[in-house]
Structures are given as structure tokens and as C-alpha cells.
């Protein structure tokens, strides 16, 4: 967690990171959040949540 806190220029605070990493562990792809993480897919609007769920339900 540390070190996705430090490579990410301390752009994630370590409670972001925590969530962050819990994703990835739980399988979640899809989150709403105002930070980037490669991983999982950023929505912001209700739109988006729409378009990144018919997507993830194409794959």
C-alpha cells in the first residue's frame, strides 16, 4: 500500500489506496472516485456508470 502511495507522487492518500487495492482484490473494475488508478475504470457522471457497466457487460 505504501508503495502504491509513493508511486503515485503521493497523489493517493493512503485511504485511497486502501479502497484502491481492495478493488483489485475483490474484482471490482468500475469505481466513482476523482483519482486515477490504472486498474479500474473512473466514472463521474451517471452517464458514465451507464456506459463503463454496458462495456464491462460486453467483455
Request: aromatic share 8%; glycine share 4%; net charge negative.
Amino acid at each position: 500500500m505504501i508503495a502504491l502511495v509513493c508511486n503515485t507522487s503521493a497523489e493517493l492518500n493512503f485511504h485511497d489506496a486502501l479502497i484502491t487495492l481492495g478493488c483489485r482484490e475483490s474484482g471490482i473494475d468500475i469505481i466513482a472516485s476523482f483519482d486515477q488508478v490504472y486498474w479500474l475504470t473512473r466514472v463521474e457522471t451517471p452517464a458514465a456508470v451507464m456506459t463503463a457497466f454496458k462495456q464491462a457487460e460486453a467483455d
